[in-house]
């Protein structure tokens, strides 16, 4: 696979405008020579101390200042820096050698601003990393028209396949006479929204890409391969090296080449994929992993799947996509994000009542596996208390046709039956019924956590009758089948303005939100809080967080409500002060394959 060098930036302030090289250093710990090596400070932000990487939080940034991207740049030889801003085009420069705060002040309306230096640290958003790469073709297959620079990469990089760059994290890439590693996925935010020539959020960017391509990825990061400087040159030759036996540090939003180990037709019209995920993350029932494919007009298209066992999707075959993945076999790659999602089973011991129709099936196949695992005998240590063993009562109602046309219900009773549990099939030929309140209740144990699988209209009827029958709705929870929107939600706007303090748990971090900035997602990602996202539209619950404090008021009614103490911060906004925590994900026994 190559391609070539098309061209070469420099970004010497933080969130201005880049500047055009031919040809440049990049050196070891801080990538091209005064990248990001400038940054405009605000008076009330504390500046951290020195140290190799500073939160963007402390800078005026785009991502909250769109209008940073009407201040350009020119390298005034020495090292020195002048900024100029386009609304005041016949001004004098703000020079880095001697900075006017006044000008500063006057240019964004705002005193108190300062330029501040990264003292010989580039001010990189994220640690580990030199330089960003994009490659122009995914560019291209977003929108014929996007302005490639809103993307302040480094380099750019054309005559590659579009999507090629989806499969390089972990591997090393040479650029000429450069050898560089690639160690993150550049997952996009708000900054890209904003217009270079307008110099306004145009688009939800973010939202665009999650929409069209399924992940909010857009390019790569990488580093020196070795620590020593190396130079790159405009059209200089891209060689991709093999992928690497193993990932230094991987997440599951990035895409990678999962391999296919076996395809098993279940029935005529549904079949299971068991794949290896190259990032071994750590899978469990109820969470849900999202295929991608080329499509035939050069764009990628995307579906999410809940998982039905570790690592096995099941799909019902009814459409283009799903007749591809029926079509692959072992050894062929399939590109994969995920897992997204809560866990199906918390960490309680509770009765466990899972309701599913359909296809809806596999999350609580994937829950009866791992519960399978968890009650079967192991060799116990020495020093291990031979005790009971805590009993986790599983009831199970499937509603479908009949018993010949539910996929995966054999193995559903049979693992029932060896936790100990009750399994029983709802069958609604020929007089298609749904179960009513009093069908759920029958079998529902006191005091269980409910699991609800399948379409959006089954969860939600299944959910208001539990309601109805007295069921805690905090204890009634939901997985729908979702699938790209072809239109993004429209987003009222947030009923107060702010400010409002966000306390982000474990991390603590306190941030101040104002309409502005945007989601509580949108909050958290510019301060670096890691909240996981998928959909970005309220639809998959991946961004579920917990509400410790405080109201939050939705800009996008989510199709299924969240409980009541829990918050989908992808289409949320603060109502007053608030705290919330992010839930921690449970690590399930290993299950046999
Ligand atoms: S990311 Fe899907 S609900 Fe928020």
């Known amino acids: 696979m190559t391609g070539h060098i098309a061209s070469l930036w420099v970004y010497p302030v933080k969130g201005a405008r880049g500047v055009p090289l031919d040809e440049a250093d990049v050196l070891p710990g801080t990538g091209l020579r005064h990248d990001r090596s400038l940054a405009i400070a605000r008076g009330d932000q504390q500046v951290p101390p020195r140290t190799a990487w500073r939160p963007r939080s402390a800078f005026k940034q785009v991502a909250r200042d769109p209008d940073m991207t009407q201040v350009t740049v020119t390298m005034a030889g020495s090292g020195v820096v002048e900024l100029r801003h386009l609304a005041h085009p016949d001004g004098p420069p703000v020079r880095s050698d001697r900075p006017s705060e ?21 001010l990189w958003d994220l640690p580990d990393t030199e330089l960003s790469l994009v490659n122009l073709a995914t560019v291209r297959a977003l929108a014929a028209d996007l302005d490639f620079r809103r993307f302040r990469a480094n380099v750019h990089l054309d005559g590659l396949p579009a999507f090629a760059e989806l499969a390089w994290v972990g591997r090393r890439v040479r650029l000429g006479d450069c050898e560089v590693e690639v160690t993150r996925h550049t997952g996009r935010c708000r900054a890209t929204s904003a217009n270079l020539v307008t110099g306004e959020r145009d688009i939800e960017l973010p939202s665009v890409l999650t929409r069209a391509f399924g992940h909010p990825n857009l390019g790569v990061y990488a580093r020196l391969a070795a620590p020593r400087p190396a130079r790159l040159r405009k059209g200089a030759p891209v060689t991709v090296g093999d992928p690497p036996e193993t990932v ?194 029958e079998l529902m144990p006191d005091g269980a956590d409910t699991l609800v699988c399948g379409s959006i209209g089954f969860v939600t009827a299944v959910s208001e009758a539990l309601r109805a029958a007295g069921v805690d709705a905090d204890r009634i929870h939901a997985d729908a089948f979702f699938s790209p929107a072809t239109e993004p939600p429209v ?9 409002h303090q966000v306390t982000y748990l474990p991390e603590d971090v306190a941030a101040t939100w104002t309409d502005a900035d945007g989601t ?68 399930p026994a290993e299950e046999p394959q």
Do not use: K, M
């Open 520 to 587: 509580l997602l949108e909050l958290a990602e510019n301060h670096q809080v890691p909240v996981p996202s998928a959909c970005r539209s309220g639809a998959c619950g991946t961004c579920v967080l917990d509400l410790v404090h405080g109201e939050v008021s939705y800009l996008v009614d989510p199709p299924i409500p969240p409980g009541s103490r829990a918050v989908l911060a992808c289409a949320a906004v603060p109502a007053g002060p608030i705290v919330l925590r992010r839930r921690a994900a449970a690590t």
């Open 102 to 122: 006044d000008l500063l002040g006057a240019w964004f309306g705002e005193p108190g601003l300062r330029l501040v230096r990264g003292d010989g640290a580039a």
């Open 248 to 441: 230094r540090h991987a997440d599951a939003s990035w895409p990678r080449e999962a391999e296919v180990l076996e395809t098993v037709r279940e029935d005529d019209r549904t079949v299971s994929l068991w794949l290896r995920d190259p990032f071994r993350l750590p899978v469990a029932a109820g969470q849900h992993l999202r295929v991608h494919l080329p499509t035939s007009d050069g764009g990628l298209t995307w579906r999410a799947y809940s998982v039905s066992g570790r690592l096995r999707i099941t799909v019902r075959l009814r459409g283009e996509v799903s007749n591809r993945l029926a079509s692959l076999v072992s050894g062929d790659r399939l590109l994969i994000t995920g897992p997204f999602g809560l866990p199906a089973l918390s960490p309680e011991r509770r009765p466990l009542y899972l309701v599913s129709a359909g296809i809806g099936i596999t999350p609580v196949a994937a829950t009866v596996r791992q519960l399978a695992a968890e009650a079967a005998p192991r060799p116990l240590a020495v020093e291990e208390t031979v005790g009971e063993a805590v009993p986790r009562p599983l009831t199970v109602l499937h509603v479908d046709a009949d018993e010949r046309s539910a996929a995966l219900w054999s193995e559903v009773a049979d693992g029932v039956r060896r936790t100990g549990g009750t399994a029983r099939l709802f069958e609604t030929r020929p007089a298609a019924r749904r179960p009513g309140p009093r069908d759920l209740v």
């Open 491 to 499: 987003r009222r706007p947030a009923p107060d303005p702010g400010p």
